[in-house]
């Protein structure tokens, strides 16, 4: 079946413009997390969503950085006003239980 | 908070070799540690994963062994071929919690 599917696979924008990064997480799961990996670097938790519960934004670096999650479904990370450091690769990924996590193949973001 | 720290950051070896990779945790109430592959330009990928009631798990050419008293896991890969080539990431998450900690990745080069 479908896998998680994120857009766009690359993003390239000025300092100072805002992004939306989107993620499409496989049918049916419940919990969708963002992470940020830098070069050379981990993954980095950014938020998570479960179901209809308030989200855990408690990796979000600034308030610059901010998600949603219609439908219990799509969801959108929007970074405001981008600054060099946030360029990176934007992992979603989705999960149908507490355990395994599936990942979407990553929006490069470079910021100029 | 988790602290993963995971060695070694490279690691090459010969087509047929086994490689070993570890990862040690800080959080006596870890209790489930998955580890991910991830290839080029594309998102990590669970692979294997044991919880904190069991030792070792085996599941083909990969293994993965935990020491709970020393706070150490590790992952096994026999009889390597030019495809396991990639980054893997291992992730410890506390008991209750339902965010991972990871490691910042073994690169691992197959030579055929």
């Known amino acids: 079946g479908a896998g998680v599917s994120q857009s766009p696979s690359n993003k390239v924008t000025e300092k100072g413009k805002d992004v939306e990064l989107r993620c499409d997480p496989i049918?049916?799961?419940?919990?969708l997390y963002w992470y940020r990996q830098s070069l050379g670097q981990g993954l980095e938790f950014l938020i998570y969503?479960?179901?209809?519960?308030?989200?855990?934004k408690s990796g979000l670096p600034s308030d610059r950085f901010s998600a949603e999650r219609t439908g219990g479904s799509v969801s959108t990370l929007t970074i405001q006003r981008t600054q060099q450091e946030d360029s990176a690769v934007y992992l979603c990924?989705?999960?149908?239980?507490?355990?395994?996590?599936?990942f979407g193949p990553g929006t490069r973001l470079t910021v100029t | 908070g988790e602290n993963v720290e995971q060695h070694p950051s490279t690691l090459s070896v010969q087509e047929g070799d086994s490689a070993v990779i570890k990862c040690t945790y800080s959080?006596?109430?870890?209790?489930?540690f998955p580890w991910y592959k991830q290839e080029l330009g594309k998102g990590p990928q669970l692979i294997i994963d044991?919880?904190?009631?069991?030792g070792e798990k085996k599941d083909q050419r990969i293994a993965v062994t935990l020491n709970k008293t020393a706070k150490h896991f590790s992952l096994h890969i026999t009889e390597t071929q030019p495809e396991d080539s990639a980054v893997y990431f291992c992730?410890?998450?506390?008991?209750?919690?339902?965010?991972?900690?990871f490691g910042r990745g073994t690169s691992l080069i197959v030579h055929p």
């Open positions: 959080d006596s109430a870890s209790n489930y």
């Open positions: 990924a989705s999960s149908p239980s507490f355990n395994e996590q599936y």
């Open positions: 049918s049916g799961h419940t919990a």
């Open positions: 969503f479960q179901g209809n519960s308030a989200p855990d």
């Open positions: 044991i919880r904190s009631n069991v």
């Open positions: 992730a410890a998450r506390r008991g209750g919690s339902y965010i991972p900690t």
